[in-house]
T-cell receptor, first 116, second 116 residues
Framework: AQSVTQLGSHVSVSEGALVLLRCNYSSSVPPYLFWYVQYPNQGLQLLLK??????LVKGINGFEAEFKKSETSFHLTKPSAHMSDAAEYFCAVSDALSGGYQKVTFGTGTKLQVIP | DTAVSQTPKYLVTQMGNDKSIKCEQNLGHDTMYWYKQDSKKFLKIMFSYNNKELIINETVPNRFSPKSPDKAHLNLHINSLELGDSAVYFCASSQDDRLAATDTQYFGPGTRLTVL
């Protein structure tokens, strides 16, 4: 089964500093990878996804992630953190089930704190 | 305008009671999901339905019974509630694209269930 591992359950950055959230995957086939964000007391929303087209994927709110097969990684970055980026971030991998359906497995999440 | 809605937002109940959570999506999606998020923010798939047909049924106690009256609704009924059922339950939906494994999932705001 495919899985993702997020390194660091909490990450703190200063406002304006680089954001780097780490995600490594385990998969026997080319994976489909996602980053979702959860703001306090809300549901998850998609930041970006890798679908085997371009290895550098740009998402919403200035976030991007690079798929690196040699490192089995899909780290999320943003050049300059804003206070509004404070949230929980989830890396996820998607399995294609028989019949063409989807099953998503989420990582354990990384809480991003932005310090003014 | 709400894409995926859930009711109620909060649910506090006693052990042994039976309760239901309702979910509706107005996105015209074919597939709907229930996830459980525990106190450590770990998010795990419970069920998924495609056009009223059960697709995913993870190792969930049979006290949990999903019901999909039509493809826009997926309700979750829980019998004989236990303390360990306390969590946030998220409903989500996705549209079957050409390749379902790349689908984006759209999440509801969550239902916080507290069992006393």
């Amino acid at each position: 089964a495919q899985s993702v591992t997020q390194l660091g359950s909490h990450v703190s950055v200063s406002e304006g500093a680089l954001v780097l959230l780490r995600c490594n995957y385990s998969s026997s086939v080319p994976p489909y990878l996602f980053w979702y964000v959860q703001y306090p007391n809300q549901g998850l929303q998609l930041l970006l996804k890798y679908t085997s087209a371009a290895t550098l994927v740009k998402g919403i709110n200035g976030f991007e992630a690079e798929f690196k097969k040699s490192e089995t990684s899909f780290h999320l970055t943003k050049p300059s953190a804003h206070m509004s980026d404070a949230a929980e971030y989830f890396c996820a991998v998607s399995d294609a089930l028989s019949g063409g359906y989807q099953k998503v497995t989420f990582g354990t999440g990384t809480k991003l704190q932005v310090i003014p | 305008d709400t894409a995926v809605s859930q009711t109620p937002k909060y649910l506090v109940t006693q052990m042994g009671n039976d309760k239901s959570i309702k979910c509706e999506q107005n996105l015209g999606h074919d597939t709907m999901y229930w996830y459980k998020q525990d106190s450590k923010k770990f998010l795990k798939i419970m069920f998924s339905y495609n056009n009223k047909e059960l697709i995913i049924n993870e190792t969930v106690p049979n006290r949990f019974s999903p019901k999909s009256p039509d493809k826009a609704h997926l309700n979750l009924h829980i019998n004989s509630l236990e303390l360990g059922d306390s969590a946030v339950y998220f409903c989500a939906s996705s549209q079957d694209d050409r390749l379902a494994a790349t689908d984006t999932q759209y999440f509801g705001p969550g239902t916080r269930l507290t069992v006393l």
